[in-house]
Protein backbone atom coordinates (compact mmCIF):
# COMPACT_ATOMS: atom_id res chain seq x y z
CA UNK A 1 0.00 0.00 0.00
CA UNK A 2 1.03 3.60 -0.69
CA UNK A 3 -0.11 7.32 0.73
CA UNK A 4 0.66 9.98 -1.27
CA UNK A 5 0.67 13.52 0.82
CA UNK A 6 0.86 15.89 -1.89
CA UNK A 7 0.44 19.97 -1.67
CA UNK A 8 2.18 23.22 -1.86
CA UNK A 9 5.11 24.24 0.24
CA UNK A 10 4.92 24.91 3.87
CA UNK A 11 1.19 22.42 4.13
CA UNK A 12 3.17 20.25 6.47
CA UNK A 13 3.67 17.26 4.19
CA UNK A 14 6.75 15.69 6.34
CA UNK A 15 5.60 16.72 9.46
CA UNK A 16 2.29 15.52 9.09
CA UNK A 17 3.51 12.53 7.35
CA UNK A 18 5.92 11.27 9.27
CA UNK A 19 3.25 10.80 11.84
CA UNK A 20 1.00 9.21 9.77
CA UNK A 21 3.28 6.58 8.76
CA UNK A 22 4.18 5.70 12.40
CA UNK A 23 0.33 5.38 12.92
CA UNK A 24 0.17 2.99 10.12
CA UNK A 25 3.38 1.36 10.86
CA UNK A 26 4.73 1.75 7.28
CA UNK A 27 7.52 3.56 5.99
CA UNK A 28 7.77 7.09 5.38
CA UNK A 29 9.93 8.97 2.52
CA UNK A 30 10.21 12.56 1.69
CA UNK A 31 10.99 13.13 -1.90
CA UNK A 32 12.77 16.41 -1.12
CA UNK A 33 14.99 14.70 1.72
CA UNK A 34 16.22 12.16 -0.93
CA UNK A 35 17.32 14.46 -3.40
CA UNK A 36 19.09 16.16 -0.41
CA UNK A 37 20.78 13.37 0.95
CA UNK A 38 21.76 12.03 -2.33
CA UNK A 39 22.17 15.46 -4.46
CA UNK A 40 22.89 18.18 -1.78
CA UNK A 41 20.80 21.12 -1.03
CA UNK A 42 17.83 21.61 -3.16
CA UNK A 43 18.82 25.67 -3.62
CA UNK A 44 21.97 24.75 -4.24
CA UNK A 45 20.48 22.63 -7.28
CA UNK A 46 18.42 25.01 -8.47
CA UNK A 47 21.27 27.66 -8.62
CA UNK A 48 23.46 25.30 -10.05
CA UNK A 49 21.60 23.20 -12.45
CA UNK A 50 18.60 24.89 -12.75
CA UNK A 51 14.70 23.68 -12.59
CA UNK A 52 14.48 21.39 -15.40
CA UNK A 53 17.57 19.46 -13.98
CA UNK A 54 15.97 19.57 -10.92
CA UNK A 55 13.00 18.37 -11.70
CA UNK A 56 14.31 15.08 -13.43
CA UNK A 57 16.40 14.57 -10.20
CA UNK A 58 12.78 15.03 -8.52
CA UNK A 59 11.23 12.36 -11.09
CA UNK A 60 13.81 9.82 -10.47
CA UNK A 61 12.92 10.08 -6.21
CA UNK A 62 9.69 10.23 -6.91
CA UNK A 63 9.56 6.88 -9.43
CA UNK A 64 11.73 4.85 -6.25
CA UNK A 65 9.73 6.01 -3.20
CA UNK A 66 6.84 5.04 -5.00
CA UNK A 67 8.44 1.85 -5.82
CA UNK A 68 9.10 1.08 -2.04
CA UNK A 69 5.45 1.65 -0.88
CA UNK A 70 4.46 3.27 2.70
CA UNK A 71 3.61 6.75 3.64
CA UNK A 72 5.31 9.25 0.82
CA UNK A 73 5.66 12.77 1.09
CA UNK A 74 6.33 14.23 -2.44
CA UNK A 75 7.60 18.10 -3.03
CA UNK A 76 5.40 21.03 -3.77
CA UNK A 77 6.16 20.62 -7.26
CA UNK A 78 6.49 16.93 -8.01
CA UNK A 79 2.98 16.35 -9.40
CA UNK A 80 3.81 18.95 -12.29
CA UNK A 81 5.24 15.35 -13.81
CA UNK A 82 2.70 14.19 -16.29
CA UNK A 83 4.46 10.46 -15.37
CA UNK A 84 4.28 11.04 -11.64
CA UNK A 85 0.30 12.33 -11.86
CA UNK A 86 -0.43 8.68 -13.74
CA UNK A 87 1.76 6.94 -11.09
CA UNK A 88 -0.51 8.06 -8.51
CA UNK A 89 -3.49 5.90 -10.22
CA UNK A 90 -3.51 2.66 -7.27
CA UNK A 91 -2.13 5.02 -4.38
CA UNK A 92 -4.21 6.95 -2.26
CA UNK A 93 -3.59 10.41 -2.44
CA UNK A 94 -3.98 12.91 0.66
CA UNK A 95 -3.82 17.00 -0.55
CA UNK A 96 -2.96 19.21 2.64
CA UNK A 97 -3.94 22.68 1.91
CA UNK A 98 -3.26 25.44 4.42
CA UNK A 99 -4.07 29.63 3.96
CA UNK A 100 -1.96 31.82 3.04
CA UNK A 101 -1.43 33.08 6.70
CA UNK A 102 -0.42 29.98 7.98
CA UNK A 103 2.08 29.23 5.55
CA UNK A 104 3.44 32.91 6.20
CA UNK A 105 4.08 31.79 10.12
CA UNK A 106 5.71 28.74 8.67
CA UNK A 107 8.13 29.88 5.84
CA UNK A 108 9.84 32.12 8.35
CA UNK A 109 13.72 31.72 7.56
CA UNK A 110 12.97 29.03 4.95
CA UNK A 111 15.26 28.55 2.32
CA UNK A 112 12.76 27.48 -0.73
CA UNK A 113 13.55 28.27 -4.03
CA UNK A 114 10.56 28.97 -5.34
CA UNK A 115 8.51 29.99 -2.13
CA UNK A 116 10.98 32.93 -0.81
CA UNK A 117 7.72 34.78 0.43
CA UNK A 118 3.79 35.19 1.03
CA UNK A 119 3.33 36.34 -2.16
CA UNK A 120 5.08 33.78 -4.22
CA UNK A 121 3.65 30.76 -2.29
CA UNK A 122 0.23 32.47 -3.20
CA UNK A 123 0.84 32.53 -6.90
CA UNK A 124 2.24 28.70 -6.89
CA UNK A 125 -0.56 27.51 -4.56
CA UNK A 126 -3.56 28.92 -7.11
CA UNK A 127 -1.79 27.79 -10.11
CA UNK A 128 -1.23 24.07 -9.07
CA UNK A 129 -4.27 24.48 -6.83
CA UNK A 130 -6.74 22.44 -9.29
CA UNK A 131 -4.41 19.70 -10.41
CA UNK A 132 -3.61 19.36 -6.47
CA UNK A 133 -7.63 18.81 -6.14
CA UNK A 134 -8.12 16.56 -9.18
CA UNK A 135 -5.60 14.66 -8.17
CA UNK A 136 -6.33 13.60 -4.17
CA UNK A 137 -8.85 11.40 -2.46
CA UNK A 138 -8.76 13.36 0.67
CA UNK A 139 -8.36 16.90 1.17
CA UNK A 140 -7.27 18.27 4.58
CA UNK A 141 -6.78 22.34 5.75
CA UNK A 142 -3.78 21.53 7.68
CA UNK A 143 -4.18 25.65 8.57
CA UNK A 144 -4.90 25.38 12.01
CA UNK A 145 -5.42 21.62 13.54
CA UNK A 146 -2.96 20.24 15.55
CA UNK A 147 -0.53 17.87 13.72
CA UNK A 148 -0.94 14.94 15.29
CA UNK A 149 -4.84 15.19 15.32
CA UNK A 150 -4.70 15.66 11.11
CA UNK A 151 -2.32 12.34 11.20
CA UNK A 152 -5.18 10.13 13.25
CA UNK A 153 -7.60 11.73 10.86
CA UNK A 154 -5.45 10.90 7.93
CA UNK A 155 -4.90 7.15 9.53
CA UNK A 156 -8.96 6.75 10.33
CA UNK A 157 -9.26 7.67 6.75
CA UNK A 158 -6.49 4.95 4.94
CA UNK A 159 -7.58 2.16 7.17
CA UNK A 160 -11.15 2.71 6.05
CA UNK A 161 -10.08 2.83 2.58
CA UNK A 162 -7.74 -0.28 2.66
CA UNK A 163 -11.33 -2.30 4.66
CA UNK A 164 -13.47 -1.21 1.70
CA UNK A 165 -10.82 -3.14 -0.56
CA UNK A 166 -10.91 -6.25 1.95
CA UNK A 167 -14.93 -6.38 0.94
Same mark, same amino acid.
Given at each position: ????????????? !???? =?????????? /?????? &?? %????????????? @????? /?????????? &???????? %??????? +????? *??????????????????????????????? +??? +????? =???????????????? *??????????????? +???????? @???? !??
Amino acid at each position: MTVVIIGPPAAGK !TRIG =RRVARLLELP /FTDTDK &QI %VAAHGPIPAIFET @LGEPA /FREIERAEVV &QALAEGGV %VSFGGGA +VLNRA *TQLDLDGCLVVLFTATAEAVGARLGGSNRPL +VPD +VAAWE =RIEHARHDLYAGLADL *TIDTSHRPADDIAAD +VATWVRSQ @LAKE !TV
